[in-house]
Every structure is written in structure tokens, then in C-alpha cells.
């Protein structure tokens, strides 16, 4: 049996949501407190390494390892380059 792809609908109901009340209350249901924890640490993350920040700096402001820091910073692609655009 092959395996679901979850993820059109899911992305397709996040892009239904039109305010941060919603969005909260969406993900509230979606995930625990600590993935959204750690996803909204990710992107902390992600945007200080944008700002070239340093690992030192990371670390104090996020309680990040440095395995999450490294991993962030091979990932960071378009898609948070286009989401550090709009919120200048």
C-alpha cells in the first residue's frame, strides 16, 4: 500500500487562514506546544543567521544547540528568504 502525501491539503488549509488568531488556533490543534516551540525556534534561528548573526550570538538569544543552528543553516532557502522579505 502506498504511502499518503498529507501534505497539499494541510498547506491548502494553512493558506485559508487569514489572521493570527486563526493561525493560532489552527496550529494549536495541528501540533503540541513544544513543535510549535521548535518550529517558531527554527525560524528565529533561520532570521538571525539571515542577519549574520553568529552561533555565540544564536545560542544566547534561543537556547539553540549548535546541531539545530547548523541544520537551519543548510536549509535556509527561498522560502525563508521570501518570508524575511515581506515581513521588512
Known sequence: MAKMD???DF???ILTLKTREEL???FAD??????????AQRFV???M????KVYNEII???GASTATISRVSRAINEGFQT????LK
Open 24 to 26: 493560532e488556533k489552527f
Open 11 to 13: 498547506y491548502d488549509a
Open 49 to 52: 543567521l539571515n542577519d549574520k
Open 83 to 86: 518570508a524575511f522579505r515581506r
Open 60 to 62: 544566547e538569544a534561543t
Open 6 to 8: 498529507f501534505t497539499a
Open 45 to 47: 534561528v533561520a532570521k
Open 30 to 39: 495541528a501540533c503540541t506546544p513544544k513543535e510549535i516551540n521548535t518550529i
